[in-house]
C-alpha cells in the first residue's frame, strides 16, 4: 500500500493548557497514522504541565518568548516544522479548543488529493457542548456588512463543496500552498486572518472545499471571551482593516457607514451597561482609532 501523505498538525496555545491537552488527547486518538503534531506556546504563564503532557504523547513543543497572536503562532509552528522535518505534505491548523472525531483526517486528505486545485479544506463542525449543533457548514463573506458568514446546515445534509471562506478553526493546507499564496498575515494578530487567507488562496487560482465527512467539536471563544475587551478591540480593528483590502472601494464606504452606525450603538450600548462594561466600549472606540491610524498587528491597552 501507497504511505499516507504527511500531515503536521499546528495548535497554538496560550493560557489554555485544560483544553489543548483535551484537544491532544482526542487527536491521539485519530485512525490516521502519518501524523505529527507541534504545539505553539504563545508566552503562556504556566507550562511546564502542558509542555510535559506534549512530549509524553510523543508531540513537539515550540515555545515563544512573547505572545504574537493566532497567525504569527501558527507562521512560527509551520517554519519550524519546515526546518526539522525532511517532508511534510500537509499542514493542519487546528484550534487548541478543539476536539477531532478519529476519523476527521483522512477525509480532509483524501478530497486535497483528489484535485492538485483545491488549496484548503475544512471539517464539519458541531458546538463541544451541543454534540449535533452546526457552528460552521460552509462560509461565504457578505461584503455589504462586512460579515463572515458561517452556513450551518446539519452535517446529514451537508455535501462538499466548493466555498468563499473557511474558518481557521480547521484548516488543512496542501504544503506546495506556501510558495503560492505565502504564510498568514500577521498584521491581523487576532480574527480575520482566515477570512484574508481563504481570499488570497481563492485569489491565487485554487479551491476552498468543505468536507462534511470529516468532523470537529469546538467549544467557542474559550480564550478570549465573547464580550471581552480583548475581542471586541480585535474584531472591531480587524474587521476594517480586513474590507479596506478586499473590499471594491464603493462597497467598503458603503460598509463604513454601516459599520460605524452600528458600532455607535454597540459603544453606547455597553456604556449603559455599567462600570464593568465600560472596557469594551473603550476597546471599541480604540479598534475605529487604531484602524484610522494604521495601526495593526500586536496592540497592549490597559483595557484588555
Same mark, same amino acid.
Given at each position: 500500500?501507497?504511505?499516507?501523505?504527511?500531515?503536521?498538525?499546528?495548535?497554538? +496555545?496560550? +493560557?489554555?493548557?485544560?483544553?489543548?491537552?483535551?484537544?491532544?488527547?482526542?487527536?491521539?486518538?485519530?485512525?490516521?497514522? =502519518?501524523?505529527?503534531?507541534?504545539?505553539?506556546? =504563545? @508566552?503562556?504563564?504556566?507550562?511546564?504541565?502542558?509542555?510535559?503532557?506534549?512530549?509524553?504523547?510523543?508531540?513537539?513543543?515550540?515555545?515563544?518568548?512573547?505572545?504574537?497572536?493566532?497567525?504569527?503562532?501558527?507562521?512560527?509552528?509551520?517554519?519550524? @516544522?519546515?526546518?526539522?522535518?525532511?517532508?511534510?505534505?500537509?499542514?493542519?491548523?487546528? +484550534?487548541?479548543?478543539?476536539?477531532?472525531?478519529?476519523?476527521?483526517?483522512?477525509?480532509?486528505?483524501?478530497?486535497?488529493?483528489?484535485?492538485?486545485?483545491?488549496? @484548503?479544506?475544512?471539517?464539519?463542525?458541531?458546538?463541544?457542548?451541543?454534540?449535533?449543533?452546526?457552528?460552521?457548514?460552509?462560509?461565504?463573506? &457578505?461584503?455589504?456588512?462586512?460579515?463572515?458568514?458561517?452556513?450551518?446546515? *446539519?452535517?446529514?445534509?451537508?455535501?462538499?463543496?466548493?466555498?468563499?471562506?473557511?474558518?481557521?478553526?480547521?484548516?488543512?493546507?496542501?504544503?506546495?500552498?506556501?510558495?503560492?499564496?505565502?504564510?498568514?498575515?500577521?498584521?491581523?494578530?487576532?480574527?480575520?486572518?482566515?477570512?484574508?487567507?481563504?481570499?488570497?488562496?481563492? &485569489?491565487?487560482?485554487?479551491?476552498?472545499?468543505? !468536507?462534511? &465527512? *470529516?468532523?470537529?467539536?469546538?467549544?467557542?471563544?474559550?480564550?478570549?471571551?465573547?464580550?471581552?475587551?480583548?475581542?471586541?478591540?480585535?474584531?472591531?480593528?480587524?474587521?476594517?482593516?480586513?474590507? *479596506?483590502?478586499?473590499?471594491?472601494?464603493? !462597497?467598503?464606504?458603503?460598509?463604513?457607514?454601516?459599520?460605524?452606525?452600528? +458600532?455607535? !450603538?454597540?459603544?453606547?450600548?455597553?456604556?449603559?451597561?455599567?462600570?464593568?462594561?465600560?472596557?469594551?466600549?473603550?476597546?471599541?472606540?480604540?479598534?475605529?482609532?487604531?484602524?484610522?491610524?494604521?495601526?495593526?498587528? &500586536?496592540?497592549?491597552?490597559?483595557?484588555?
Amino acid at each position: 500500500m501507497p504511505m499516507q501523505p504527511k500531515v503536521c498538525t499546528i495548535i497554538v +496555545n496560550y +493560557n489554555g493548557a485544560q483544553d489543548t491537552i483535551a484537544c491532544l488527547d482526542s487527536l491521539s486518538k485519530i485512525t490516521y497514522t =502519518n501524523h505529527i503534531a507541534i504545539v505553539v506556546d =504563545n @508566552a503562556s504563564k504556566e507550562t511546564a504541565q502542558l509542555k510535559e503532557y506534549v512530549e509524553d504523547k510523543g508531540f513537539y513543543f515550540l515555545e515563544l518568548k512573547d505572545n504574537r497572536g493566532f497567525a504569527a503562532g501558527n507562521n512560527a509552528g509551520i517554519r519550524y @516544522a519546515i526546518e526539522r522535518f525532511e517532508r511534510i505534505d500537509y499542514f493542519l491548523l487546528l +484550534n487548541n479548543d478543539t476536539e477531532v472525531d478519529p476519523y476527521f483526517l483522512e477525509p480532509l486528505v483524501e478530497e486535497c488529493e483528489r484535485d492538485e486545485k483545491v488549496g @484548503a479544506c475544512g471539517s464539519h463542525i458541531n458546538y463541544y457542548t451541543k454534540r449535533n449543533v452546526t457552528w460552521f457548514g460552509g462560509g461565504d463573506i &457578505k461584503w455589504l456588512t462586512g460579515r463572515v458568514l458561517h452556513k450551518t446546515p *446539519s452535517r446529514e445534509e451537508g455535501k462538499p463543496s466548493d466555498e468563499n471562506f473557511l474558518t481557521g478553526c480547521v484548516l488543512l493546507l496542501p504544503v506546495s500552498i506556501l510558495d503560492k499564496v505565502g504564510f498568514l498575515n500577521e498584521e491581523y494578530f487576532l480574527y480575520y486572518e482566515d477570512a484574508a487567507y481563504s481570499i488570497e488562496i481563492r &485569489k491565487a487560482g485554487y479551491r476552498l472545499r468543505y !468536507v462534511p &465527512k *470529516s468532523l470537529v467539536y469546538h467549544k467557542i471563544s474559550a480564550t478570549t471571551g465573547y464580550q471581552s475587551p480583548l475581542s471586541n478591540y480585535y474584531g472591531t480593528r480587524n474587521n476594517l482593516l480586513f474590507m *479596506s483590502i478586499y473590499a471594491k472601494k464603493p !462597497v467598503f464606504f458603503i460598509f463604513l457607514l454601516y459599520f460605524f452606525m452600528k +458600532n455607535i !450603538v454597540k459603544y453606547f450600548w455597553y456604556i449603559g451597561k455599567g462600570k464593568q462594561f465600560k472596557r469594551v466600549s473603550f476597546a471599541i472606540k480604540r479598534a475605529f482609532y487604531d484602524f484610522a491610524t494604521t495601526a495593526s498587528g &500586536k496592540r497592549e491597552y490597559p483595557f484588555m
